[in-house]
């Protein structure tokens, strides 16, 4: 599986943004996907996982409210839409994929086969 990360970009705090994370490969429906961020000088921190077939989101505390992940499997992408954006919320944000993932180790990097090339997001205060 190959993952294509895309629309980061430069927006103001409250605003909004949408990433796209476009797979290639067969059955990506039985992938478990996720989204990571990581911020300079800071470890690489979990966002949110899509459960596999069904898409049922599993959120970070620290974006809980604010951002909505979903996946379209019939065009292989999964989506992050963003909202009330903050200056923390800045980093480089990365898809990730795995098939063997279970619930309890959804939160952890290692978890996961396959990643992005990552999508700079930025917000200025």
């Known amino acids: 599986v190959q993952l294509q990360a895309s629309g980061g970009g430069l927006v103001q705090a409250g605003g909004s943004l949408r990433l796209s994370c476009a797979a290639s490969?067969?059955?990506?429906?039985?992938?478990?996907v996720a989204w990571f961020r990581q911020a300079p000088g800071k470890e690489r921190e979990f966002v949110v996982a899509?459960?596999?077939?069904?898409?049922?989101?599993g959120y970070s505390d620290s974006v809980k409210g604010r951002f909505t992940s979903s996946r379209d499997n019939a065009k292989n992408t999964v989506y992050l839409q963003m909202n009330s954006l903050k200056p923390e919320d800045a980093a480089v944000y990365y898809c990730?994929?795995?098939?063997?993932?279970?619930?309890?180790?959804?939160?952890?990097?290692?978890?996961?086969?396959?990643w992005g090339q990552g999508t700079q997001v930025t917000v200025s205060s």
């Open positions: 990730a994929a795995g098939r063997g993932v279970i619930t309890s180790r959804r939160a952890e990097p290692g978890a996961y086969d396959y």
């Open positions: 490969g067969r059955a990506f429906s039985t992938y478990r």
């Open positions: 899509i459960d596999r077939g069904s898409g049922a989101p």
